[in-house]
C-alpha cells in the first residue's frame, strides 16, 4: 500500500510517499520538507500570512518531486493523508485543499491527520515492532502534551503544558538571550559548554498531583535574570545559563516521564516533537532508561521536526481503522 502525505501546519511543507506492507511494515520512498524559517527569521517568529503565501508557492513543487523520487505517479497511490489540525489555520487549509483536490481528482480516499498524533507515529517508521498501547510525550514548538496511546487510533490525553510549549520556551529564552528564531538548536549547542548549576531556575513540572507542565515561569525567570544582570552591569555567561535552562527542561521532563510511567504502569515511553531532537534531553533519557529497564523509543533527528513522513505513518493507521473523510472536510486550528 503506498500512502502519499502532506503537511503545512506551521511553518514546514512537506511532502512524503510511504510504503505499508502486508503487515503493517512502513518504509518511507520519499520525503522532502521546505523549510520557511529563514521567511519567518526577521519577525522574531512565524507570520500566519507569510506561512500560508509560503505554503501555496511550495506545495505543488514539493508533491511533484516527493512522488517522482518515489518513483510513482498520484494514480498509484493507495490513499493522500493530510495535517487537518491542529496548527495555523491558514497554513493548514493550503495543505487540505491541495490534498482534497488530489484525493478527489484520482479517486483516491482522503485520511485527515492529527499533527501530534503524526509526531508520535514517526516512531513507527524507525521502530517496526513498537505497537500501543503506550505513553507518548509530544515536545514541539506550538505542542506539549502527555498522551496515553491506547491503540493506533485511539490518544487520550493525561498531561499538557497550561502556558508555554517547551519549544517555545527554548525559543523565548534564546531570543532574550540574543539568539535569532528559532533558537532551540543553538541554546543546545551552547548548553554543551556550560555550568548547569550556575543558575537556578524554576521546574517546569507543576507540583502536586497533576501531570502538567508550566514553562512560563521558567521563562521569565531567564529573562528577569538577564535584566537584573543589565541593570548591575553584569555581563553573564550564556552557556551557563544556557547550560542550566536545559538542565531544567530536562529535569522537568524526566519528573513528569518518572510519574507517567508510575502512574500508568507502563515499561516503556515515546517521545516526539522538535524538542525530542535536544542532544542534552536525549542523553539524559537514554540514562534514564537504561537505570531503570524502561523501553526508549525517540525518532532519529530528522524525524523529530515537522515532516509529511509521519503523517503517512498516522495516515496508515487512520486509513485501516476506516478513519477517512470527504470532500467537506476542513482545517480546524486547535
Ligand atoms: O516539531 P517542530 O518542528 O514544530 C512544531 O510542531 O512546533 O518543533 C520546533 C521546535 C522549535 O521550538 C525549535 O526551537 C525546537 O523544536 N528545537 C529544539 C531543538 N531543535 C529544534 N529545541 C531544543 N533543542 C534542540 N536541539
Ligand atoms: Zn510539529
Do not use: W
Request: proline share 4%; aromatic share 6%; with cysteine.
Amino acid at each position: 500500500m503506498l500512502i502519499f502525505a502532506i503537511e503545512s501546519s506551521c511553518d514546514e511543507t512537506s511532502a512524503a510517499v510511504v510504503h505499508a506492507d502486508m503487515n503493517g511494515k512502513l518504509t518511507v520512498l520519499s520525503e522532502i520538507t521546505a523549510s520557511q524559517v529563514d521567511k519567518h527569521r526577521l519577525y522574531g517568529g512565524v507570520v500566519p500570512e507569510i506561512a500560508s503565501r509560503a505554503h501555496t508557492e511550495a506545495i505543488s513543487r514539493l508533491a511533484y518531486e516527493s512522488l517522482t523520487r518515489a518513483g510513482i505517479t498520484l494514480s498509484d497511490t493507495d490513499a493522500i493523508a493530510v495535517t487537518n489540525r491542529p496548527g495555523l489555520i491558514g497554513a493548514l487549509l493550503v495543505g487540505v485543499s491541495f490534498a482534497k483536490s488530489a484525493a478527489l481528482t484520482y479517486k483516491k480516499p482522503l485520511v485527515p491527520v492529527h499533527h501530534i498524533h503524526g509526531h508520535i507515529a514517526a516512531n513507527y517508521l524507525v521502530y517496526p515492532d513498537l505497537k500501543p498501547p503506550f505513553p507518548a510525550l509530544v515536545i514541539s514548538g506550538g505542542h506539549t502534551s502527555l498522551i496515553d496511546v491506547r491503540s493506533y487510533t485511539d490518544f487520550v490525553p493525561i498531561g499538557r503544558t497550561r502556558d508555554d510549549a517547551a519549544g517555545e520556551a527554548f525559543d523565548k529564552a534564546a531570543r532574550a538571550m540574543g539568539m535569532s528564531y528559532p533558537g532551540g538548536a543553538e541554546m543546545d549547542r551552547l548548553a554543551r559548554t556550560g555550568d548547569k548549576k550556575a543558575v537556578k531556575l524554576p521546574s517546569a513540572a507543576i507540583a502536586g498531583d497533576t501531570l502538567d507542565f508550566s514553562f512560563s515561569g521558567l521563562k521569565t525567570h531567564v529573562i528577569n535574570y538577564i535584566n537584573t544582570c543589565g541593570q548591575r552591569g553584569i555581563t553573564y555567561n550564556k552557556e551557563d545559563l544556557a547550560a542550566s535552562f536545559t538542565a531544567t527542561v530536562v529535569d522537568s521532563i524526566l519528573k513528569r516521564i518518572s510519574a507517567v510511567l508510575q502512574l500508568t504502569g507502563y515499561g516503556k515511553i515515546v517521545i516526539a516533537g522538535g524538542v525530542a531532537a535536544n542532544s542534552h534531553l536525549r542523553a539524559a533519557l537514554y540514562q534514564y532508561a537504561a537505570e531503570k529497564n524502561i523501553g526508549l523509543f525517540i525518532p532519529p533527528l530528522h524525524l523529530c521536526g515537522d515532516n509529511a513522513a509521519m503523517i503517512a505513518a498516522q495516515g496508515y493507521h487512520e486509513l485501516v481503522a476506516g478513519h477517512t473523510a470527504d470532500a467537506s472536510l476542513n482545517a480546524f486550528a486547535g
